[in-house]
């Protein structure tokens, strides 16, 4: 493994500036990074080490939501106040993400941009709505994370550019959210099939708004947006649950590896996503009583 040049910048400006060179790579936890270095997938001539801004550390409410700095690690998820009243889902999923290391070391930020098929706090993220703030050479945007991801470790980042934080918005009333990641061991794998949900109740418990992400059954993470399309507006029964995870399992696209087959992924996207709207409709009557 080529040892590439490391760069310490403490502002944007001067992170931005570094990695619009050629064979620039960011470096915030190093988790994926260092991984990919030793099998030779990513030989960066430098390395832009990003922990020392402080502009994408913390977790604060905004007038968008809650902004989540892209170099907060995934254990801060964990016991962050704002993180369990605004967005639960996100603490239960960093709970199953790795071992007590892996979470301290790794980063909101950096597990989006790898932009793996399986990429744990992708599929909470989209069906809570989530953002990504962007800054590179031509400034700041913003973009829905269902734009963001583009392919196997591909993102909608131009050279220069860093995601600077995720924005999620406030909690709606009468909203749950449910997540079930399948792996061949409970923690510390990679996901053979994930799904989330999120629901939305109106009165008379039909169906105002929902929201359902799969992962590692296509190249990358996906919205169901078929199955959501079964479920707006709908009274949601189990036939109605039933059509939906249908839907889903008909819309992804599972390959064949070493962790499952696609046959046995599409079946698992069937049962976990009636497990996790289920879930998530009951959490939602919940915040109603």
């Known amino acids: 493994m080529r040892r590439p040049a490391i760069v310490f910048p403490e502002t944007l400006e001067a992170a931005i500036e570094a990695l619009d060179a050629r064979g620039a790579i960011p470096l915030a936890g190093a988790t994926d990074l260092i991984r990919a270095m030793r099998r030779g997938e990513l030989t960066p001539r430098r390395l832009v080490d990003l922990k020392r801004i402080p502009q994408l550390r913390g977790i ?26 605004e967005a639960p889902l996100l603490a239960e999923t960093a709970r199953q993400f790795g071992a007590p290391q892996i979470r ?16 744990d706090l992708a599929l909470p993220l989209l069906v809570l709505d989530a953002r990504v703030e962007i800054r590179g050479p031509d400034g700041r945007r913003t973009l829905d994370l269902c ?13 220069g550019e860093i995601v600077t934080a995720v924005i999620v918005p406030r909690r709606r009333a009468r909203q749950g959210a ?11 794998d990679l996901a053979v099939v994930g799904v989330a949900a999120a629901v939305e109740l109106q009165r008379g418990d039909a169906c105002r708004r929902v929201r359902i992400a799969l992962g590692a059954v296509a190249p990358r993470p996906m919205r169901a947006t078929r199955a959501e399309a079964v479920l707006e507006g709908r009274v949601v029964t189990e036939a109605v649950i039933d059509a939906a995870a249908e839907a889903a399992a008909n819309q992804c696209r599972p390959i064949s590896d070493v962790r499952g087959s696609a046959e046995y992924r599409r079946d698992m996207v069937r049962t976990l996503t009636a497990r996790a709207l289920r879930e998530a409709v009951r959490r939602a009557a919940k915040e109603g009583e």
């Open 104 to 119: 301290t070391l790794a980063t909101v930020g950096g597990n989006l941009c790898n932009a793996a098929p399986s990429a």
């Open 147 to 159: 734009e963001f991801f583009r392919g196997v470790n591909r993102t909608a980042l131009s050279r």
């Open 178 to 188: 449910a997540h079930i990641k399948l792996g061949i061991r409970r923690a510390m």
């Open 60 to 85: 604060r409410r905004s007038r968008a939501g809650v902004r989540i700095g892209a170099a907060v690690a995934v254990a801060d998820l964990l016991s962050d106040p704002v993180i369990a009243r």
